[in-house]
């Protein structure tokens, strides 16, 4: 057979074919160009169960309805989706009364009752609509992808439109104006001390971020632990983006329509914080270090022979045996149990730091068990994770074990044995001295799901004092832990409290502090609070004090400071500012009541703790550039002094009419205000009708028992409910409804008032009497009913415009009169 009959025989196009082939293996012409791709239109959609898949033939993108307000969003740019799994997400289930997808001309629509997640057909752009059919939030170009060579997966990226005048805020603690519009960010945790306004990225990962466009609220949870980006209109005014090095565009759409709603939900999707102990709510005193023992022993002498309210001393690294962890220096704390107990007598706790770094010693127990049980990390080739930080040449747990976090929070007995009541994780960005952190090619088991410290390092912190909260909650039978971290991811807050990391005692830092304290409340993470003065640098009094006023209202208040600085208590600057942060910190006690029941509301409310004004009044534009006056709870509006010398400060109040706290002075909402503001003083105003309650001062949480529950009730035209929460203060308890949850409803007319109180919950506190201050009503008051009968006491006006009653704890109404 000649070889030209041989070809004709074969099937059409196989020369074609076979000149394919030739070139199948040559790496020029065999591979497509690494560039962007886009998805194209759409050809089809699959449901299953409350998830709907479209394709374009190539990607897939899965919408999930979460519940009625809440809608996933993935893509998997070869149709093939990673394993679901989340260190952000908590365990709440979640319900929808009802879902479909309607098929239309152009689009598909997977609707809700509340939301519409629209699918363009020809485009594939996702956009989302209220049940008006108002364009809330929608892509301005569709997702794509490129991928990693280096690497592997993908770099994914999303774009959505900005709508005129929209606004921006959340993202945890970036150290940037409140409102985030204009600006892009990296969320990648780093150690930076001594951070500037704007330096970027720093300790935290909160990948979640709040819109508001023509008065509707709407949130992006961006759930990626890879490095990843945020642009706000920066580079382009018309677009808002996000994208990540790695993993899956994976966000969630939270419908509002208010400010507070999104918050809410956000918090059923990742937590809230635990209830915490009432004591971890008082002031902290802290030093980097306190030591040896008679310098602690001092300390504490101080706080009690001055009479300035104290509940918690810190021990920073130098309490340690050359900086290992879960040791002694002897040298300095001799008998350490004797220590605390001695401080726990005067009504101290004591909190320690712990840090990741496990050094390098063949004779350090913590090293050897850890060694023998393979729970350090380990790089790509299988040497060991090693670094420097504080204890010199170290290995690094792998938190994301759950092996190692089990080993790691039963290392905290012997600590808890000697009486320490609470622990403060620090480093764990992870912090490495020279390199800054990790290698990326650090293995992590991620719980199963392994990944490299591209996909571990945002949660490395999280996972660390998630160890530590486990260890705790196991080993304090029925006392609720006391944890803070340096470092976290979204999520955080359910095993944690957290600071902003090492500040500077600046009067540019006491004004960044106010706006990341909102921004984290906001952001899912309500118990947050600054160092007071700064950490690093050298605070006068007068901006020592300023900081002071402003720590009462953090939910979290520690004085904290370098060593290479002069220390920095309350009396540190003289009887001047000695007495003005004494009347400041026993104003904090006098308020823990109020405090206390503002956590309560966190954790079974989902509320935030500090509000910024743009939450109350977010259809008002000028609320959204207003930073520094903010609501502690819903009923106490506070403006911190933030300049140096200043003496007076314009206030905005939100609609309705707020009073004074010091002077009891009525004033309207809804305009601002010029407020005086000497050194003693900072603006703090009362909502009108709120009922708030208060403690007698002590030196610490428990130092005595109440005998009487005081409130301050003022007056009001309209209708205001109030809350108090009660209980034991530091157990459990509350979980088998061992509380009480007291309903105040306060309203009144030019010739009456009336308070009603209901109440729910098991608790039964020791006292019987309530000591309640009625504040500016607007006539003379002859006759009191308590529950129908007439009070027979003094009622008589004092010089701050308020009269006192005397009445049983469960009264369930009283009706003043002229």
Known sequence: MEENEGLSSMPFGFNEQEDALKHINNPILGLEPIVKRY?????????????????????????????????????????????????ALSSTVHNSSGFSCKELDDSYRVETNSVACVINKK??????????????????????????????????????????????????????????????????????????????????????????????????FFDNTFKSHFDFAHQDQEDVSFWSDGGEMQYYYIHGPHMMDVVKRYHTLTGTHQLPAKWTLGFHQCRWSYYPEEKVK????????????????????????????????????????????????????????????????????VYKEGKLNNFFCRRCDDYFMEGHVWPGRCQFPDFTNPKVRVWWGNLFKELLDTGVAGVWNDM???????????????????????????KAHNVYGMQMVRATYEGLRKLQINKRPFTITRAGFSGVQRYSSVWTGDNVATWEHLKIAVIQCQRLSISGISFCGSDIGGFSGEPDGELFTRWIQMGVFSPFMRAHSAGDTIEREPWSFGKQFEDINRKFIELRYRLLPYIYTAFWEHYRYN???IRPLVMHEQENVFTHSIQEVFTFGDKILVAPITDQGATVKNVYLPAGCWYNYWTHELLKGGREHQVLAPLDSMPIFV????????????????????????????????????????????????????????????????????????????FNPMYNLYDLKIIDLPFTPKKVLIDGVEFLGSIAFDEFKQFRIKCNKNFKTIDITP
């Open 687 to 762: 909502k009108a009708g709120s009922v708030i309650p208060e403690a007698p001062v002590m030196q610490y949480v428990g130092e005595f028992e109440v005998l009487e529950m005081i409130y301050q009730i003022y007056f009001s035209e309209y209708e205001v409910s109030s809350i108090c929460f009660e209980d034991h203060d530091e157990t459990f308890a509350y979980e088998q409804n061992i509380y009480l949850e007291k309903k105040f409803i306060i309203n009144g007319d030019a010739a009456s008032m009336h308070i009603s109180q209901s109440i729910q919950g098991l």
């Open 428 to 454: 764990n960005e992870p912090a490495v001295f020279g390199s800054g952190t990790f290698p990326v090619d650090v293995r992590h088991n991620y719980d199963g799901f392994h990944g490299s410290h591209r």
């Open 123 to 220: 485009n594939f752009l996702i956009s989302f609509e209220d049940t008006h059919g108002g364009i809330i939030n929608e892509d301005r170009i569709p997702m794509h992808w490129e991928e990693n060579i280096d690497y592997g997966g993908y770099y994914v990226y999303a774009t959505k439109k900005c709508q005129d005048n929209e606004s921006f805020f959340g993202l945890g603690d970036k150290s940037s104006d409140f409102n985030l519009i204009g600006k892009k960010y990296v969320n990648w945790n780093t150690d930076a001390y001594s951070y500037d306004k704007d330096q970027d990225p720093l300790y935290r990962t909160i990948p979640f971020y709040i819109g508001i466009n023509k008065g509707f609220s709407y949130g992006i």
């Open 607 to 609: 509320l935030p703790i």
């Open 39 to 87: 998805l194209l239109a759409v050809i089809g959609y699959r449901q299953d169960s409350n998830r709907f898949f479209f394709t374009d033939g190539i990607a897939e993108v899965e919408i999930k309805v979460i519940s009625n307000e809440i809608i996933r969003v993935r893509l998997a740019p070869g149709s093939v989706f990673l394993d679901e799994f989340s260190y």
């Open 298 to 365: 001092d300390l504490a002498h101080n706080f009690r022979q001055r009479k300035i309210p104290c509940d918690s001393i810190y021990l920073d690294i130098d309490y340690m045996d050359g900086y290992r962890c879960f040791t002694w220096n002897t040298k300095y704390f001799p008998e350490p149990a004797r220590m605390i107990k001695e401080l726990a007598d005067e009504g101290f706790k004591t909190v320690v730091i712990i840090d990741p770094g496990i050094r390098v010693d063949p004779n350090y127990s």
